[in-house]
Structures are given as structure tokens and as C-alpha cells.
């Protein structure tokens, strides 16, 4: 199976049509927020509410790629497709870093700061936002520890102008775009990605 997560409260739409012609694909919505407050706890519930196993392969969007990391702790994943996402806190906007305590008081901020552009159409994928959960992650990627020394292939799209995670010294793919790659050139991604599976040899994903 190839397992989808969202970015920050945003949900499956995050991967439109195209994304469908991947064998096994299946994208998934964000866990009603029961509490968890790292992204090891929300990745733990990914797991169980999603059905990830060993052998499965990830994909993940700005939060969802730091879970998808997370995950790979958990199941022995031979793959991971990071769209516009980080490995450690550190790739994350300076901006981001340096205002992100006052996301208790207005999570939506951050949605705006990175939905910045996007057509009208995309409103769908935001149906449904926890602000529990958005001010528990707000906080939580700046305290999670990154993905760390991995035997799990990790492959990077980037979006050039993405202003939430600029793009990292390595990237394998970078496009033309911003920070919700995964929805505004989910045909290049795809194609990419089509491309690419399975995946090669293990590497490791430092933090540049």
C-alpha cells in the first residue's frame, strides 16, 4: 500500500485525481485529535487508525511528511516521499519558528501564511480543521527531534517558492511552486514518483 498524509489541517484532497493512478494509493484525513501533543503520539495513531505495516510505502505533505518520519520509527517503511516537508525542525521558516507560540492564540494564521496563492477551489481540503490539533502541532514540530539516521529511502519534492519549508540544500525534485505542491503539481509529483518506485538502495536524510 502506498499511504498518503495531509499537511497541517488540511485532509485527503490534499491529493487529487491524479494522484489515484499509484498502485495501492490511498490518502488519508488527519485522526480526530484525542490529545496527543508530539508527533510520535499522532503518528502512533496514524498507524493504528490507518492501518500502516511494515513493507508499506509513505507519502507526506508539510506536517504530514514529519509524521510520515515518525512513522518510519514505528514499521519498517522502504519508502518516503516527502512533498514540500522537513526531516528536522531547523528546515522550517525562521518566521515560522520565531512566531510560532502565538498559534494558541490563532493556529489559523499558519494556515493562511501557507495557502497563500492557492485557488479557491483547494477550500475543501481544510473542511473539517481541529484547532486543537493545529495549536498542538504548531508547537510540536518545533520540539520533535527529526528523522534522525534512517534506513528508509527518502525522496525530496520541493516547491522553489515555498515559504513555510524553504527548499533544503538536497532536493531531488524541484518545481516551480510553493508549499502545497502536492496539490498544485500533483501530476509532476506523481509522474515522479511513478517513476521512481520501487524505491533504490537505503540512504540516510540528514539535517543540512
Known amino acids: 500500500m502506498i499511504h498518503a498524509l495531509p499537511g497541517m489541517g488540511a485532509n ?7 494522484w489515484a493512478q499509484l498502485p495501492g494509493f490511498v490518502a ?18 496514524m498507524c493504528a487508525a490507518c492501518g500502516i505495516q511494515d513493507g508499506d510505502t509513505l507519502i507526506g505533505s508539510s506536517l504530514g511528511g514529519m509524521v510520515a518520519c515518525e512513522i518510519t520509527k514505528l514499521r519498517r517503511i522502504p519508502a518516503l ?3 514540500g516537508s522537513a526531516v528536522c525542525p531547523e528546515e522550517v521558516s525562521a518566521l515560522l519558528a520565531a512566531i510560532h507560540p502565538l498559534a494558541r492564540i490563532a493556529p489559523f494564521d499558519w494556515l493562511r501564511f501557507s495557502a497563500e496563492n492557492m485557488p479557491t477551489d483547494f477550500a475543501q481540503m481544510f473542511a473539517g480543521i481541529e484547532a486543537s490539533f493545529m495549536r498542538a502541532m504548531c508547537t510540536a514540530i518545533f ?8 534506513p528508509t529511502q527518502v ?16 532536493v531531488d525534485l524541484l518545481l516551480e511552486g510553493g508549499h502545497l505542491i502536492a496539490f498544485s503539481h500533483a501530476a509532476t509529483c506523481v ?6 518506485l520501487p524505491s533504490g538502495p537505503a540512504t540516510e536524510a540528514p539535517c543540512t
Open 143 to 150: 520540539h520533535w527531534e527529526g528523522l534522525g539516521r534512517s
Open 155 to 170: 525522496w525530496r519534492i520541493h516547491g522553489r517558492y515555498d515559504r513555510v519549508i524553504p527548499p533544503p540544500a538536497k
Open 28 to 45: 488519508h484525513d488527519w485522526v480526530r485529535h484525542a490529545g496527543e501533543q508530539t508527533l510520535p503520539e499522532v503518528a502512533r495513531s
Open 191 to 196: 509522474a515522479y514518483i511513478q517513476a521512481h
Open 12 to 18: 485527503r484532497h490534499m491529493y487529487p485525481a491524479p
Open 81 to 83: 516521499y516527502l512533498c
